[in-house]
T-cell receptor, first 115, second 113 residues
Framework: AQKITQTQPGMFVQEKEAVTLDCTYD???????LFWYKQPSSGEMIFLIY??????QNATEGRYSLNFQKARKSANLVISASQLGDSAMYFC????????????FGKGTTLSVSS | DVKVTQSSRYLVKRTGEKVFLECVQD?????MFWYRQDPGLGLRLIYF???????EKGDIPEGYSVSREKKERFSLILESASTNQTSMYLC????????????FGPGTRLTVT
């Protein structure tokens, strides 16, 4: 069955440091996309970054980049120069097979940034 | 600015009540989704819809139904609320093209007592 795995329930980092949040995926669909969302304590889900399975280069959006390793089926999120406002829950997700545009989500990683 | 709105941020209902959660999007998106979020379980798909009057079951449809009479509106219905339906409910929408990025509403925290 299709699965998204985030093995880190919680991560702690100091301001200005870089942090990597892990995500592995398991899909039989040759054309898939991977998403990362951020959920602050207020609850809204904020889209961060997307990587298509056929994209040759790793996706980047400002301080966010995706370390996409197809052979390992991993799509880790790298946040450079962490800020206090990065403290939130982060979800990795992938487009579902056989369900159109619906997404399947991992269980999330809580990131805490301290000063 | 794109927007998905949900009718309530917080809702308290009694066991056995019929509960309606409303979601409206202003982006003319074809696809709409209802997820449930519980600690340690991530987001789980309840129902989704590709078009008006169309609906598809997700992973956990039991105890829920949905209605999509207009393109912009997708309603989640708890026919007879139970305490195990106490949760955060998130609505999302997406276009049927491109990356299929989903835009989320602010969520409704439902408590069933």
């Amino acid at each position: 069955a299709q699965k998204i795995t985030q093995t880190q329930p919680g991560m702690f980092v100091q301001e200005k440091e870089a942090v990597t949040l892990d995500c592995t995926y398991d899909t039989s669909d040759p054309s898939y996309g991977l998403f990362w969302y951020k959920q602050p304590s207020s609850g809204e889900m904020i889209f961060l970054i997307y990587q298509g399975s056929y994209d040759q280069q790793n996706a980047t959006e400002g301080r966010y980049s995706l370390n996409f390793q197809k052979a390992r089926k991993s799509a880790n999120l790298v946040i450079s120069a962490s800020q206090l406002g990065d403290s939130a829950m982060y979800f990795c997700a992938s487009k579902r097979t056989q369900a159109g545009t619906a997404l399947i989500f991992g269980k999330g990683t809580t990131l805490s940034v301290s000063s | 600015d794109v927007k998905v709105t949900q009718s309530s941020r917080y809702l308290v209902k009694r066991t056995g009540e019929k509960v309606f959660l409303e979601c409206v999007q202003d982006m003319d998106h074809e696809n709409m989704f209802w997820y449930r979020q519980d600690p340690g379980l991530g987001l789980r798909l309840i129902y989704f819809s590709y078009d008006v009057k169309m609906k598809e079951k997700g992973d956990i449809p039991e105890g829920y139904s949905v209605s999509r009479e207009k393109k912009e509106r997708f309603s989640l219905i708890l026919e007879s609320a139970s305490t195990n339906q106490t949760s955060m409910y998130l609505c999302a929408s997406s276009t049927g093209q491109g990356t299929y990025e989903q835009y989320f509403g602010p969520g409704t925290r439902l408590t069933v007592t």
